[in-house]
């Protein structure tokens, strides 16, 4: 068998409306949902769980706690211990050696991880947007459309029409009214990228969305379907991208799903277990098993290795800032002022992006993510990793100032979108 174990992180799942801001911008509510699965050949389960319970049992004696304490990911990201990711932090917060020293032993053990990241904002709007997918013609057509529409949702939509996306009791109809009259506002309004030119591709998506809003809420079988108001709307996170991704990746990796058995740490709600059994419950009836994290260290692995990538993700964005009146954003310089230990414990992290690269060579560097539709934090999260991976030393990458990294950082950013790197799997 080959087990594989799933934890989350930062699963507030919730969105509610609260102080005139959707909840995950407040700071203890993130946008992002992150998943991870570590797996490995049962009869290497006893050598992970040695080395790993080795590590816990060192650091938790350095630190003074009880030697048989679970250490979770939140151990690392509680008081923004990585809010300028690996950069110099004060020495209370700095807890970089003993995270070097955990992905050491995940590059030393662990061949399979996946690492997801499941947008909030994509599974509160496609309430409202799915329906009208029917209206286009083809899947990448779709896709378009949905990625679009939450961008514009998430960037521009003002606060009374997501107040009623999310919380009042609304006629459906009346929020398809306000979404395509909130699409004609931002259109209207003058879009000039930094060379005073007119942004045309933003102002088309506008124009286009318009008219698929607009011919879906002037369909009669609409009138007749959904013309009743909701209950105030708490989401209900399901896991399906998970696990539907997970399976993607077992494929990659050559390893039939029904000689897999699903670990899955339980989260009250059985939501997890409800997509596993989708895709596996089908070829192996008793392979998904809910089982508690204290008791097993794949859980424990899972737990960290989100937790490390969340905070990068959502730290990473909440740092950047425009520079200039023409609207150009750059992350904080502080995300670069890193020394030796911080430069390593990046560089051992991109190590996972190396080692769980799929084998075809246009697949190389795409390492082990699968991601939903809606992802710019994911990407610079990735994109963070992958510029510290360029550099062969950190004397190397100390060549250069923070506020000339900053720079850089940017322009390899607009580089990997331009050449596509980054797409959905």
């Known amino acids: 068998m080959f087990n594989v174990y799933f934890d989350e992180a930062y699963k507030d799942h919730s969105l509610k409306f609260k102080n005139e801001n959707r909840n995950y911008h407040i700071d203890s509510i ?73 992905f050491q032993l995940v590059n030393k053990n662990i061949d399979f991880i996946q690492i997801s990241f499941e947008s909030k904002t994509f599974q509160a709007i496609r309430e409202y947007i799915y329906p009208t997918l029917n209206l286009l013609a083809d899947k990448q057509s779709q896709d378009n459309f949905l990625y679009g529409m939450c961008k514009f949702l998430d960037q521009h939509a003002p606060n009374d029409l997501w107040e009623h996306i999310i919380k009042q009791n609304v006629d459906q109809k009346v929020v398809y009214g306000e979404i395509y009259r909130a699409l004609k506002s931002h259109k209207e309004q003058p879009m000039l990228n930094k060379f005073r030119r ?14 698929i809003i607009g011919t879906y809420n002037q369909q009669e079988f609409f009138q007749q379907k959904n013309n009743n108001k909701h209950e105030d709307f708490s989401l209900q996170f399901d896991y399906d991208n998970f696990f539907y991704g997970v399976c993607l990746h077992l494929k990659n990796n050559q390893i039939k799903k029904s000689t897999v058995r699903m670990l899955v740490d339980p989260e009250g709600t059985g939501r997890e277990v409800d997509s596993a059994k989708k895709y596996f419950e089908v070829v192996n009836p008793k392979s998904i098993e809910h089982i508690e994290s204290n ?54 992290i991109f190590k996972l992006f190396e080692k769980n690269s799929f084998s075809s060579e246009n697949d190389k560097g795409f390492y082990f993510t699968y991601i939903s539709k809606y992802a ?50």
């Open 30 to 102: 993130r946008e992002y949902t992150i998943g991870t699965f570590v797996g490995w050949p049962e009869d290497e389960e006893s050598t992970i769980e040695i080395d790993f319970t080795n590590w816990k049992n060192k650091w938790n004696d350095i630190y003074h706690r009880d030697k048989d304490r679970e250490i979770k990911g939140e151990f690392f990201t509680q008081k923004a211990g990585l809010s300028n990711g690996f950069s110099t932090q004060k020495k209370f917060l700095d807890k970089r050696d003993m995270l070097y020293e955990f």
């Open 198 to 211: 007119v942004k045309r591709t933003e102002k088309n998506f506008c124009i286009q969305a318009m008219k």
């Open 295 to 348: 008791s097993f260290v794949g859980l424990q692995i899972s737990d960290i290795i989100a937790h490390t990538f969340g905070a990068i993700s959502v730290y990473a964005r909440k740092s950047i800032q425009p520079i200039n009146s023409e609207g150009k954003k750059l992350i904080s310089k502080s995300w670069f002022d890193t020394n030796q230990k911080g430069f390593d414990l990046y560089i051992e």
């Open 376 to 425: 710019d934090d994911a990407f610079l999260c990735i994109n963070m990793i992958k510029y510290y991976g360029r550099f062969n030393s950190f004397e190397e990458f100390s060549e250069e100032t923070p506020e000339q990294h900053t720079e850089y950082f940017n322009s390899s950013i607009v580089d990997s979108l331009d050449r596509k790197v980054f797409n959905n799997k």
